[in-house]
């Protein structure tokens, strides 16, 4: 098993008892990770004091206002790397609910493939043991180098290769961290992961890893196609930023998911019950998507104080 320093990062909003059921998952992991950063996006629920109480050595970062996921992530990835010098970074939501041989797991599957891969993700349940749709990614379309070479081994301990992964729980590589840097703060919600994850694996992969399972205590199960009424302005920004500014994925791989991102997005508006409200997000998705781009981490998150300083130090020496 791995002996290098795991970290994990918990990015939490206003959901303090789910918090409190990831934490003590962490605590009772059968290989525990060496540190917890919890990243407090301005709660008002008393999130972070009761972080504190349960997991007294936990690294607590409250922030003044909610920086959303992709901000959160930044903060707490970039204090993983630095403060607590990790090699590999474990992150999840705060209502992510990991099995205790999840951490395990995930190093066993680095392990088994000689740790080529540059991401490690896990298998995603709902409350009732179902496969979470919205956090299930299908094997890489895409048979570059990388991914080929490690289907044989990766299959072996009942993983595959993935082109991205979400948040939920994914183990990232610190040193590809140090170099390639860290989540963009102005995505806020939705599509951070995706484009994050797809820019961390650029020319290595990812992998789906099915034995290590945590549980996604969504409101209700559903996927990416479930009516998102207000947010799906963010979905239509940070797509579009995605395919215009980002270099996570080749110009091939982009025209992909332009096609299948049209028929998501078909399909959403077919089922909603809020049709309006998605013809507005998608008007102005698409104006402030094609007109503007996401800031740089220090001007995003500038008024953090030193927090912001430490992202605008990290990301300054790229």
Not at 67 to 89: K, M, N, P, Q, Y
Not at 288 to 313: H, M, Q, S
Request: with cysteine; glycine share 8%; charged share 25%.
């Amino acid at each position: 098993m791995s002996g290098d320093a795991v970290v994990a990062v918990v990015v939490a909003y206003n959901r303090r008892e789910l918090l409190g059921e990831t934490l003590t998952a962490l605590l009772e992991q059968t290989h525990a990770p060496r540190a917890i950063v919890v990243v407090d996006n301005g709660s008002d629920d008393g999130s972070a004091d009761h972080a504190a109480q349960l997991a007294p050595d936990a690294d607590i970062v409250r922030l003044p206002r909610n920086t959303g996921g992709a901000g959160g992530f930044a903060v707490g990835i970039e204090r993983a790397v630095t403060v607590h010098s990790a090699d590999l970074v474990w992150v999840m939501d705060d209502d992510t609910v990991p099995t205790a041989s999840a951490l395990e797991e995930l190093l066993a599957a680095r392990t088994a493939t000689g740790k080529r891969a540059g991401a490690y993700g896990s298998r995603v349940v709902w409350t009732d043991g179902r496969d979470h749709p919205m956090n299930t990614p299908k094997p890489s379309p895409f048979r570059w180098g990388a991914a080929r070479a490690l289907r044989v081994p990766a299959a072996a301990v009942d993983a595959f290769p993935v082109r991205s992964s979400s948040f939920v729980s994914l183990l990232l590589e610190a040193d590809i961290v140090r170099e390639r840097g860290l989540p963009i703060a102005d995505y806020f919600l939705w599509n951070d992961d995706f484009e994050y994850s797809g820019r961390i694996v650029r020319g290595s992969t990812a992998l789906f890893c099915r034995r290590s399972v945590v549980v996604h205590k969504t409101k209700v199960f559903g996927s990416t196609k479930a009516d998102p009424g207000e947010r799906f302005y963010l979905e239509v920004r940070n797509k579009l930023w995605l395919f215009l500014r980002s270099r996570a994925y080749s110009p091939f791989e982009k025209a992909v998911y332009v096609s299948t991102t049209s028929v998501r997005w078909a399909l959403t508006f077919a089922g909603s019950h809020q049709r309006a409200v998605l013809r507005s997000g998608l008007i102005r998705g698409l104006r402030d998507g094609l007109t503007t781009r996401p800031r740089p981490n220090a001007e995003t998150l500038a008024d953090l104080g030193a927090v912001g300083a430490a992202i605008a130090a990290f990301e300054g020496a790229l």
